[in-house]
């Protein structure tokens, strides 16, 4: 989504279409929401610290994927209890998520309306700006209805080769490399077929 990129695309092939895909734009999200969380713990008490101390990872976590065994629901439901900005930007975020899941591009244009709205009213000033950059990215964001791509299985397998290359602290051989890399694709089909 930078400036430079868009630019870049726009220049050297201007027939494309960009499409900003669920799996950025709420990474993106995700961001903001940790550095608000950072923000608003260090104006806490030392007894909201502690509830809000844990919680890093149950903010980013998808609501289905709570485990009742870590009781995570109740102490996700706890913080966002006690400090009311960081309950509606979790909720904006949860919001955001529906966009992806809308039936028509015209749906999809209301619900990204509707955000960008109540977001802009929130009084929060992370949820207005990132309320600007969706109006700055509104044809790229509904441009996932005309072409449902996404560049997940990218990300996946990039982070699967930097794994890879982590865990053997490089390759000498880059034909070696290579093979591994073709390797990680014949093993995701051999699952799938």
Not at 10 to 23: E, G, M, Y
Not at 63 to 72: H, S, T
Request: glycine share 4%.
């Amino acid at each position: 989504m930078s400036k430079a990129y868009i630019q870049a695309v726009r220049k050297h092939l201007p027939a494309t279409t960009i499409v900003f895909d669920h799996f950025h734009l709420i990474k993106l999200f995700n961001d903001k929401l940790q550095q608000f969380r950072r923000w608003l713990f260090n104006r806490a008490s030392a007894t909201e610290q502690k509830i809000l101390k844990g919680i890093r990872w149950l903010l980013l976590k998808n609501p289905e994927n709570l485990l009742a065994a870590r009781n995570e629901h109740k102490r996700l439901q706890q913080a966002l209890e006690l400090n009311r900005p960081l309950a509606t930007v979790y909720y904006m975020k949860e919001d955001l998520r529906q966009l992806w899941s809308q039936k028509t591009k015209a749906q999809a244009a209301d619900c990204l309306a509707d955000w960008i709205a109540r977001a802009k009213v929130s009084g929060i000033g992370m949820l207005k700006k990132f309320a600007k950059t969706l109006q700055i990215h509104w044809d790229g964001i509904l441009a996932y209805y005309d072409y449902r791509i996404s560049t997940g299985p990218l990300e996946g397998t990039n982070n699967k080769i930097k794994t890879m290359k982590r865990q053997a602290y490089g390759y000498r051989d880059n034909e070696f490399l290579k093979l591994k890399i073709m390797a990680i694709h014949l093993t995701k089909f051999a699952l799938v077929g």
